[in-house]
């Protein structure tokens, strides 16, 4: 009898509680698509840095077995001074680790909004909704791309990225 006692006091006492980290309760919390698990597994690198640019949402879907993830970057509010040659260093460096943490994506899809004021009581949701934030820059990036060749698309050059020319001119601390 104390031999059962003391075994079930050392098995009671070594057990423990797992604890998320932030990342992963981010990572959780942000996913959509309907591959949901690898929306969290991506999330779970991302979110484990601070990003200047405040990453809010990773998708990844499948169809066909075509797999497509989309990372949404907000383009307002920085968490540090943002020039617009950081804003690329930070996209260029968000779809390599998208692309390290989800090997069977074949295109990563990442863009930035901002948030569009809307009218106390305007519709926000369903068909006859209002938009609530607009795209100001958008860039589609198949697997096999360089890092070089990212940034170079990114950085202007034909078939490049998208860059609303207002935002771009007010965004940045470098007011390009």
Not at 54 to 59: L, M, R
Not at 74 to 100: D, I, S
Request: aromatic share 8%.
């Amino acid at each position: 009898m104390l031999l059962a006692a003391a075994l079930f006091a050392s098995a009671c006492g070594s057990a423990s509680a797992y604890t998320p980290t932030v990342a992963q309760l981010d990572a959780e919390a942000r996913a959509v698509g309907n591959r949901r698990d690898l929306a969290e597994q991506i999330g779970s690198v991302i979110f484990a840095t601070h990003w200047p640019a405040e990453v809010t949402q990773i998708s990844a879907n499948a169809l066909d077995g075509h797999v497509i993830v989309g990372v949404r970057v907000l383009g307002v509010k920085f968490h540090e001074t943002m020039t617009r040659q950081a804003f690329v260093n930070e996209v260029v460096a968000l779809v390599e680790q998208a692309f390290e943490a989800a090997p069977e994506a074949e295109e990563v899809d990442l863009w930035a909004s901002v948030p569009i004021s809307v009218a106390k009581g305007v519709i926000v949701s369903g068909d006859l909704a209002k938009p609530t934030s607009r795209t100001v820059f958008s860039l589609s990036v198949r697997r096999g791309e360089t890092a070089a060749a990212i940034r170079t698309r990114v950085e202007g050059a034909a078939g490049g990225a998208f860059w609303d020319s207002t935002w771009t001119r007010t965004a940045f601390s470098d007011h390009v």
